[in-house]
């Protein structure tokens, strides 16, 4: 298992450096994520509230690493290392951190360069020099500029972005690459299970079933608008009803043809799914003693 971090994590927002407690809580989630064994995290913007020499007090010498291609100071000198290799089920696995650019507000002495030639350059690096198996790009960005270079970073095989709270979502081939969304504020973990057997592009194991579920709630509204037309009765409603109909039997058809579709054989496959962290999941007593010397119960950061 490889545990990684999108970024964006430490901070709930960019007003959090007033807060005394706001420090102690990013120091907190930096233990327990070298605690638990996280390999890498992406500095987002809200991962620099106090400061770059605070990451790296904070991690020195431990994990995760925090990983970004693009953050430099003001002599251009990069700031945090671009990637970190290393290797899981008997792949290795290359993982780069991506920060937002100029745009975005940042610490002053801290700069971030156009992400997407520097995203182009490392994958190139790790390729060909560190010959990976696997390249994820863990992406501190928005959205939009997510998608961009999940369309564009070729060679990298998936994009988890975080800076905008998206939440839980499908799993979405753009272009070359698959876009990842990691859940929100700790309330999901996303559970990304790879088949590494063959070559090619990584297909979705979840598609056929999606579909499948599709095409049974279409059968459900086919029954319906049929049920509406033996009961019509002037022929203006009727056309209109059998139009339904036939749009309906398409879309079930193209679904059953999409459910019946296998993974290329030999090819290789993923399966997205999320673990929610509700009341269901028991609580470890000692973590959450600390967590409640932070957030007290009753609080409205608890």
Same mark, same amino acid.
């Given at each position: 298992?490889?545990?990684?971090?999108?970024?964006?994590?430490?901070?709930?927002?960019?007003?959090?450096?007033?807060?005394?407690?706001?420090?102690?809580?990013?120091?907190?989630? +930096?233990?327990?994520?070298? %605690?638990?064994?996280?390999? @890498?995290? /992406? !500095?987002?913007?809200?991962?620099?509230?106090? #400061? $770059? &020499?605070?990451?790296?007090?904070?991690?020195?010498?431990?994990?995760?690493?925090?990983?970004?291609?693009?953050?430099?100071?003001?002599?251009?000198?990069?700031?945090?290392?671009?990637?970190?290799?290393?290797?899981?089920?008997?792949?290795?696995?290359?993982?780069?951190?991506?920060?937002?650019?100029?745009?975005?507000?940042?610490?002053?002495?801290?700069?971030?360069?156009?992400?997407?030639?520097?995203?182009?350059?490392?994958?190139?690096?790790?390729?060909?020099?560190?010959?990976?198996? +696997?390249?994820?790009?863990? %992406?501190?960005?928005?959205? @939009?500029? /997510? !998608?961009?270079?999940?369309?564009?970073?070729? #060679? $990298? &095989?998936?994009?988890?972005?975080?800076?905008?709270?998206?939440?839980?979502?499908?799993?979405?081939?753009?272009?070359?690459?698959?876009?990842?969304?990691?859940?929100?504020?700790?309330?999901?973990?996303?559970?990304?299970?790879?088949?590494?057997?063959?070559?090619?592009?990584?297909?979705?194991?979840?598609?056929?079933?999606?579909?499948?579920?599709?095409?049974?709630?279409?059968?459900?509204?086919?029954?319906?608008?049929?049920?509406?037309?033996?009961?019509?009765?002037?022929?203006?409603?009727?056309?209109?009803?059998?139009?339904?109909?036939?749009?309906?039997? /398409?879309?079930?058809?193209?679904?059953?043809?999409?459910?019946?579709?296998?993974?290329?054989?030999?090819?290789?496959?993923?399966?997205?799914?999320?673990?929610?962290?509700?009341?269901?999941?028991?609580?470890?007593?000692?973590?959450?003693?600390?967590?409640?010397?932070?957030?007290?119960?009753?609080?409205?950061?608890?």
């Amino acid at each position: 298992m490889l545990a990684l971090d999108a970024g964006n994590a430490l901070f709930k927002s960019l007003a959090d450096g007033q807060d005394p407690k706001a420090k102690l809580r990013a120091g907190l989630l +930096l233990e327990q994520m070298a %605690a638990q064994g996280y390999t @890498a995290m /992406a !500095v987002g913007q809200r991962d620099l509230v106090l #400061g $770059v &020499d605070f990451l790296k007090k904070k991690t020195k010498g431990a994990k995760p690493a925090l990983v970004s291609v693009n953050l430099v100071d003001a002599k251009g000198q990069r700031l945090f290392p671009a990637s970190v290799v290393t290797t899981a089920g008997g792949l290795k696995v290359g993982i780069i951190g991506a920060s937002p650019d100029g745009a975005a507000v940042l610490p002053p002495g801290v700069q971030g360069q156009p992400v997407q030639p520097a995203v182009a350059a490392e994958v190139k690096r790790l390729r060909e020099t560190q010959k990976v198996d +696997l390249v994820v790009l863990l %992406a501190a960005v928005p959205y @939009a500029e /997510a !998608v961009k270079l999940a369309q564009g970073a070729e #060679g $990298v &095989d998936f994009v988890v972005q975080s800076h905008d709270g998206r939440g839980v979502g499908m799993a979405q081939r753009q272009g070359v690459s698959t876009l990842i969304p990691p859940g929100e504020r700790g309330r999901q973990v996303a559970k990304l299970e790879l088949s590494v057997e063959g070559a090619g592009p990584f297909s979705d194991q979840s598609e056929s079933q999606r579909a499948l579920e599709g095409q049974r709630m279409v059968e459900a509204n086919i029954a319906r608008v049929k049920e509406r037309l033996k009961a019509a009765q002037d022929d203006a409603t009727r056309r209109s009803l059998q139009e339904t109909l036939t749009s309906f039997e /398409a879309r079930r058809d193209a679904l059953g043809r999409d459910a019946a579709a296998a993974p290329v054989k030999g090819g290789r496959t993923f399966l997205l799914s999320y673990v929610q962290l509700g009341a269901d999941v028991a609580s470890d007593k000692a973590v959450q003693q600390q967590v409640e010397r932070v957030e007290p119960p009753g609080t409205g950061g608890h």
